[in-house]
């Protein structure tokens, strides 16, 4: 029961934060969209704080898991597109708990607006693969310098996590890798 009352917890949480960002969070809206008592909240996490961290780690430990594949040993010889599919494709995995969200809005959320310490856990994640992500497309795509990769990369991530609305409903297939590769080869060889 202690389980599913901690999930309950963190799936009402990570629905709030998708729907209308980490600044809506509260111990009581959390109770009440997880139908439980809201200091249960408390009671499992200690804080909001710890909560948003356990849901932060939920989202990007699978992402990091993937991208750990990609570094310039593992990828020589690849393609450029099958490095795009290696990179894109984890950023399009699903939101811990929240059918139609993704992780990567999550992290967005927790990254933008979230307190100093959950945003440096989610931005120096980030920071730490893309050196090695920009090590790896070097070779790729020689006639860009440093500084114009790492633009066109932070556009193609822009591209990936969209405008709002943050849940997704399917459908327009911007979010699908067979537009987002293209589109990504685009960025960087035009």
């Not at 200091?39 to 961290?53: A, E, N, P, Q, R």
């Amino acid at each position: 029961m202690e389980a599913s009352t901690r999930i309950r917890l963190l799936a009402a949480a990570e629905r709030i934060l998708v729907e209308q960002g980490v600044n809506a969070l509260s111990v009581r809206r959390i109770g009440d969209r997880a139908g439980l008592n809201p200091t249960l909240v408390t009671y499992h996490f200690k804080s909001i704080l710890k909560l948003l961290d356990e849901l932060c780690s939920l989202n990007l430990d699978p992402i990091l898991a993937e991208w750990r594949k990609i570094d310039p040993e593992r990828m020589a010889g690849r393609t450029l597109d099958e490095l795009l599919h290696a990179w894109l494709e984890p950023m399009l995995h699903p939101a811990a708990f929240t059918p139609g969200g993704r992780a990567l809005i999550v992290l967005d959320e927790i990254a933008s607006h979230g307190e100093p310490a959950l945003q440096a856990k989610v931005l120096g994640a980030m920071d730490e693969f893309v050196l090695r992500l920009l090590a790896t497309m070097a070779p790729l795509v020689p006639q860009l310098p440093e500084d114009a990769l790492r633009a066109r990369l932070r556009f193609i991530s822009a591209a990936v996590l969209g405008p709002p609305p943050r849940i997704h409903s399917g459908g327009s297939g911007l979010d699908e890798l067979g537009y987002l590769v293209p589109f990504a080869r685009a960025a960087l060889t035009g």
